[in-house]
């Protein structure tokens, strides 16, 4: 069975930092691109960071680079997202996502989210 097992959020002062981890098992993690992922209340989930487990490429969207940073522990098959200087806009539940080598980060397989509140 497929499983993503997001941990690591919680409530933060803008400006703090959090470290959110994903825990996959079930899958080859190895041939798997692992994304990260954030929906605010009234909007669309949008992508936020990705890493190839085959070559350790990553991908960041706009709004969170040089603040964000992902990686990836092959062993225990867990991609974390370091997540520094963050806003109020960064407010969200985080979720990460299971993707097909080359499929552009688009997930099969989606862990249950975890909530990110920053506060002002």
């Known amino acids: 069975e497929v499983q993503l097992v997001e941990s690591g959020g919680g409530l933060v002062q803008a400006g703090g930092s959090l470290r959110l981890s994903c825990a996959a098992s079930g899958f080859s993690f190895d041939v798997y691109e692992i994304g990260w992922f954030r929906q605010a209340p009234g909007k669309e989930r949008e992508g936020v960071s990705c890493i190839s487990s085959s070559d350790g490429s990553t991908y960041y969207a706009d709004s969170v680079k040089g603040r964000f940073t992902i990686s990836s522990d092959n062993a225990k098959k867990t991609v974390y997202l370091q997540m520094n200087s963050l806003k109020p806009e960064d407010t969200a539940v985080y979720y990460c996502?299971?993707?097909?080598?080359?499929?552009?980060?688009?997930?099969?397989?989606w862990g249950q989210g975890t909530q990110v509140t920053v506060s002002s």
């Open positions: 996502g299971a993707a097909t080598l080359g499929s552009s980060c688009l997930p099969d397989y």
